[in-house]
């Protein structure tokens, strides 16, 4: 569910007029900041910037149920045997029941807060990424895993799959970091931004490295 | 003082006997610890022990060592680590496992015993969502 940039602008565009105009009034989510940066800049018209996005967002969102009917049936998909007890765990911490962001996985929150990032650093707001760790803590374990071929072949698959939504994920949000930190440095912020966000970027490199070749070893 | 996220999950071995065992277990090596996937062992760890003894006075060190974290946290990571990493994960696995019918506790359950920072944390995560699990 990754609405094109330009799209969005627009969006923001018109229906900015309509919330300055008071016709909308969609709720804003908390912003926190990146480690040390918080003197990053002043976050001038973020939450009304904020509010007109997630007016936009929210017409993509996909059906609860459907969702829930998803992750259910790729629960229930997971048999017994070796490792099964690790993709489950890992499963049952990647969803999240009734959410309205995607489809409630941590790759679709990584997906939202490079999308809001976006928006917020233009704004010289602080930028935050509360779900970037977290996606390369699972990417990680998720590679070791697959790697470590203790899982049935349904199991396998199941895995594999996981993975290959979550690098995704995490290979977009590694660019646009390093694409904020160039941002940053053009906008004049302050150096430590630019470094904390380069030093997330490297280690979603290294995550993303490393799924690449586990996916690329178990598809052979 | 803790410095770091690996700190912080490292202060979590000194809380609880059991969970010291269980990660330690998982990774011996204190140096390749990843405090991300540490925070992803605490949060199974809590959710099974909140479900098999919920009035343990292991469980209520633990979710108080939770709150003395977020309580004395004066950098954001540190509270979003504790906030991402153990109560999201304690969110997802708890209200997960029982719309499977895999366990009898809420989510709400946990809440319930959490300290006013933490709550805070919850709620947030609630917010962000745009799904409150503590009833399911």
Redesign the interface.
């Known amino acids: 569910m990754t609405l094109p940039f330009v799209a969005v602008m627009a969006a923001l565009g018109m229906i900015g007029l309509a919330a300055v105009g008071g016709v909308l009034s969609a ?1 804003s ?2 912003v ?5 940066s ?1 003197s990053a800049g002043p976050a001038v018209g973020i939450s009304s910037r904020l509010s007109a996005y997630h007016y936009a967002e929210s017409l993509q969102r996909a059906d ?1 149920l459907e969702q ?1 009917n998803l ?2 049936q790729l ?2 998909e997971i048999g017994d045997g070796p490792g099964s007890a690790q993709l489950r ?1 890992a ?11 995607g489809n ?1 996985g941590t790759a679709a ?1 990584l997906e939202e807060e490079v999308k809001l990032n976006q928006f917020i650093i233009r704004g010289r707001g602080v930028i ?1 990424f ?2 970037f ?2 996606s ?3 990417d ?2 998720l590679s070791k895993l697959v790697r470590s071929r203790i899982l049935d072949p349904a199991n396998q698959r199941i895995a594999v799959e996981q993975l290959d939504e979550l690098i995704t994920a995490t290979r977009e949000a590694t660019a646009a970091l390093n694409q904020m930190a160039d941002i940053g440095r053009d906008l004049g912020f302050s150096e430590v931004t630019t470094a904390a966000t380069r030093v997330l970027a490297s280690t979603g490199e290294d995550a993303v490295r490393l799924a690449e070749t586990v996916l690329e070893d178990v598809a052979e | 003082v803790i410095e770091s ?1 690996k700190e912080a999950a490292a202060s979590f071995l000194g809380v609880s006997p059991g969970l010291r065992l269980v990660l330690l277990d998982e990774l011996p090596d204190e140096i390749e610890r ?1 405090p ?2 540490d ?2 062992t605490i ?2 760890y809590i959710a099974d022990l909140s479900e098999q003894e919920p009035e343990s006075a292991e469980l209520r060190a633990l979710l108080d060592h939770i709150e003395d974290l977020l309580t004395s946290a004066t ?3 540190m ?3 504790v ?3 153990i109560l ?2 304690i ?3 708890v ?3 029982r ?2 019918g895999r366990r009898l506790q809420k989510a709400g359950d946990i809440y319930d015993k959490l300290g006013e920072r933490s709550r805070e944390a919850w709620r ?1 995560l609630n ?7 503590d009833d ?1």
């Open positions: 709720p989510r908390p926190h900041a990146l480690g040390p918080a609860p829930a992750r259910e629960l229930s765990n499963i049952d911490q990647l969803y999240r029941p009734g959410a309205e962001i409630g929150a935050s509360e779900h760790e977290k390369v803590s699972l990680n374990n | 996220e990843d991300w996937s925070g992803s949060a199974v950098r954001s990571w509270k979003d680590w906030k991402v990493s999201e994960s969110q997802n696995l209200s997960n496992r719309l499977a947030e917010t962000w969502w745009g799904s409150n699990v399911l």
